[in-house]
């Protein structure tokens, strides 16, 4: 079946600390973002790439780092200058030909701060 | 600024009493309006690209329609199955990929 996946589903970061999310999709799609969602609030985007070796930040950089050596992978790193990191980490693709540019979302990672 | 509000914030339905969910939107040139279902802990699911004003598209007791100010989620006869939160995006016409999400509104149908 082809997806989006995203691993952990939970994290537990003591403060300090970098992690790393992981987000994988077999779409064969050429975008890839990270959108943080916080209760009460709408999605805001992190980064996005359009190509392998590509990314720009979106509105929330501040505290994050992103990589894309391969087009399938799309890894998120919270490091420690994030100030308030607890959140629900969201990873999407979508392909960017043509109209069909409609964004599809796997299914989540929570990090928490202890 | 692309704004998108959504109304209302939560709404709750007894089984098979239909109603609508607005999203209005402030976009300088619309690419595409997008909705989206997101039931607790998990990723939103994709379910509308809507293009231009006059458009509807629908699956199965859900309808999407988009004038140039607002779009309307129609839920006809709704089940509780259908419970979850429903969240309306825009992208406008060129720059990147950037969409602009809103709030969403929390439908729960009770049995």
């Known amino acids: 079946d082809g997806g989006i996946t995203q691993s952990p589903k939970y994290l537990f970061r003591k403060e300090g600390q970098n992690v790393t999310l992981s987000c994988e999709q077999n779409?064969?799609?050429?975008?890839m973002y990270w959108y943080r969602q916080d209760p009460g609030q709408g999605l805001r985007l992190i980064y996005y790439?359009?190509?392998?070796?590509?990314?720009q930040k979106g509105d929330i950089a501040e505290g994050y780092s992103v990589s894309r050596e391969k087009k399938e992978s799309f890894p998120l790193t919270v490091t420690s200058a994030q100030k308030n990191p607890t959140a629900f980490y969201l990873c999407?693709?979508?392909?960017?030909?043509?109209?069909?540019?409609?964004?599809?979302f796997g299914p989540g990672t929570r990090l928490t701060v202890l | 600024e692309d704004q998108v509000t959504q109304s209302p914030e939560a709404l709750r339905l007894q089984e098979g009493e239909s109603s609508s969910l607005n999203c209005s939107y402030t976009?300088?040139?619309?690419?595409?309006l997008f909705w989206y279902r997101q039931d607790p802990g998990k990723g939103p699911e994709f379910l509308f690209t809507?293009?231009?004003a006059g458009e509807e598209k629908e699956k199965e007791r859900l309808k999407a329609t988009l004038t140039k100010k607002e779009s309307f989620l129609h839920i006809t006869a709704p089940k509780p199955e259908d419970s979850a939160t429903y969240l309306c995006?825009?992208?406008?016409?060129?720059?990147?990929?950037?969409?602009?999400f809103g709030t969403g509104t929390k439908l729960q149908v009770i049995p």
């Open positions: 999407a693709s979508s392909i960017l030909a043509g109209d069909t540019d409609t964004q599809y």
């Open positions: 779409l064969n799609h050429d975008a």
């Open positions: 976009v300088s040139g619309l690419r595409g």
């Open positions: 995006a825009v992208r406008r016409v060129g720059g990147y990929q950037k969409v602009t």
């Open positions: 809507l293009y231009s």
């Open positions: 790439s359009q190509i392998v070796n590509d990314f």
